[in-house]
């Protein structure tokens, strides 16, 4: 359905009722059309009218491949959300371990050595 809705030429950025179309990608863990929408060009960083990003709602859900995916093309783990909520914060509430340890490995790589 994505591929014929961008072969029609629907934008990657669509939102669908306040939300993006990567974020809804990446909280129903589809992987597959998350690269898609990625790979054409949509910001991993779209965010819906509450702040939420898909890195945010991926992180939540523990679902680390997608984390991984979305943090491997420029997914911003420091944006806030509207509750002053970070991608980080979100992970540690819900008890996202895997996230976390994935979350502290990118902060490791970005320190100045």
């Not at 809804?24 to 929408?37: K, R, Y």
């Not at 702040?51 to 991926?58: D, F, K, V």
């Not at 420029?74 to 008890?95: F, K, T, V, Y």
């Amino acid at each position: 359905m994505v591929r014929k809705l961008a072969a029609g030429g629907a934008s990657v950025d669509t939102r669908v009722q306040g939300r993006p179309t990567v974020l809804l990608a990446a909280a129903a863990n589809c992987g597959e059309v998350l690269e898609f929408l990625i790979v054409r060009g949509a910001d991993v960083n779209a965010a819906d009218d509450n702040g939420t990003t898909a890195l945010m709602a991926a992180g939540a859900e523990g679902l680390v491949p997608i984390v991984q995916t979305l943090l491997a093309h420029g997914a911003d783990l420091e944006r806030s959300n509207n509750e002053q909520q970070n991608a980080w914060l979100i992970a540690a509430m819900r008890n996202q371990r895997e996230v976390i340890e994935v979350y502290r490995a990118v902060r490791e790589k970005k320190k100045p050595e």
